[in-house]
């Protein structure tokens, strides 16, 4: 009787476990939506609101962290039961990095919104939509441990990238074409790469997801097409003749 009551006792707090994550998870949807939000808008105070409410997210993370502390301390627990704690620990970090992101596209939102328009900025949110979905499709599949859904989100990154490098090849062209755009373009660079990292970050719970399941990590080289590092583009130097 007294070992079924163990039992059913550490069953309960991995489920209390997978809701404080749940509970991030859903604060760090929010965030990052608002974030686009703001940005799309140009709504410094909606911007504001982000950072201010990240300190939630920390909050949480915290409580995470003191939960599986002692959870390993009282239940010493081995093979998939400490997969299961130590995954929730990593997820919980991972989502709070997420939210310190989408914090930071917000502060960038309040110079962005003082500057003439973009026309990058567009592509720059649709670059948000994917990472968003990424990230509303990974927690879900680490909440019900389905390791398709997380071999999906994780082969998106290729997509992200791809998108990630195009913006900014873009904006560098913009920035060349016109000194003027340069204040401008420099901010929406710094929010790609931040939404490019929240796309990493997902990518990074879905292998937790595989290792959860499975025992293992992803033996496959993760997809990756971010060539940014190794872009050039040329100045159009006009002719004489134009």
Same mark, same amino acid.
């Given at each position: 009787?007294?070992?079924? %009551? #163990?039992?059913?006792?550490?069953?309960?707090?991995?489920?209390?476990?997978?809701?404080?994550?749940?509970?991030?998870?859903?604060?760090?949807?929010?965030?990052?939506?608002?974030?686009?939000?703001?940005?799309?808008?140009?709504?410094?105070?909606?911007?504001?609101?982000?950072?201010? @409410?990240?300190?939630?997210?920390? %909050?949480?993370?915290?409580?995470?962290?003191?939960?599986?502390?002692?959870? /390993?301390?009282?239940?010493?627990?081995?093979?998939?039961?400490?997969?299961?704690?130590?995954?929730?620990?990593?997820?919980?970090?991972?989502?709070?990095?997420?939210?310190?992101?989408?914090? @930071?596209?917000?502060?960038?939102?309040?110079?962005?919104? &003082?500057?003439?328009?973009?026309?990058?900025?567009?592509?720059?949110?649709? /670059?948000?939509?994917?990472?968003?979905?990424?990230?509303?499709?990974?927690?879900?599949?680490?909440?019900?441990?389905?390791?398709?859904?997380?071999?999906?989100?994780?082969?998106?990154?290729?997509?992200?990238?791809?998108?990630? #490098?195009?913006?900014?090849?873009?904006?560098?062209?913009?920035?060349?074409?016109?000194?003027? @755009?340069?204040?401008?373009?420099?901010?929406?660079?710094?929010?790609?790469?931040?939404? &490019?990292?929240?796309?990493? %970050?997902?990518? @990074?719970?879905?292998?937790?997801?595989?290792?959860?399941?499975?025992?293992?990590?992803?033996?496959?080289?993760?997809?990756?097409?971010? &060539?940014?590092?190794?872009?050039?583009?040329?100045?159009?130097?006009?002719?004489?003749?134009?």
């Amino acid at each position: 009787m007294g070992s079924e %009551h #163990t039992v059913k006792s550490f069953d309960e707090e991995l489920r209390r476990l997978d809701n404080m994550v749940a509970e991030m998870g859903g604060l760090a949807e929010v965030q990052l939506q608002s974030a686009l939000e703001a940005l799309i808008r140009r709504d410094i105070e909606k911007a504001a609101e982000i950072v201010a @409410n990240d300190r939630r997210l920390d %909050h949480l993370e915290a409580e995470v962290d003191q939960h599986t502390i002692a959870m /390993l301390a009282r239940r010493q627990p081995m093979a998939k039961d400490l997969r299961e704690i130590v995954g929730a620990l990593k997820v919980a970090s991972m989502i709070e990095r997420i939210g310190d992101y989408a914090k @930071n596209v917000a502060k960038r939102t309040g110079a962005i919104a &003082e500057m003439p328009p973009v026309p990058s900025a567009q592509t720059v949110v649709r /670059l948000g939509g994917l990472a968003q979905q990424m990230v509303k499709d990974v927690l879900d599949a680490y909440l019900s441990r389905d390791v398709e859904q997380a071999k999906s989100v994780r082969a998106r990154d290729r997509e992200l990238d791809a998108l990630y #490098t195009s913006i900014f090849r873009e904006l560098l062209t913009y920035m060349m074409e016109d000194p003027r @755009n340069i204040s401008a373009c420099t901010h929406l660079l710094f929010v790609a790469k931040h939404i &490019e990292r929240i796309g990493d %970050h997902a990518t @990074n719970i879905a292998e937790i997801v595989h290792f959860l399941v499975t025992g293992e990590m992803p033996l496959d080289d993760r997809p990756r097409q971010d &060539e940014s590092e190794m872009t050039i583009v040329t100045a159009h130097v006009p002719s004489d003749e134009e």
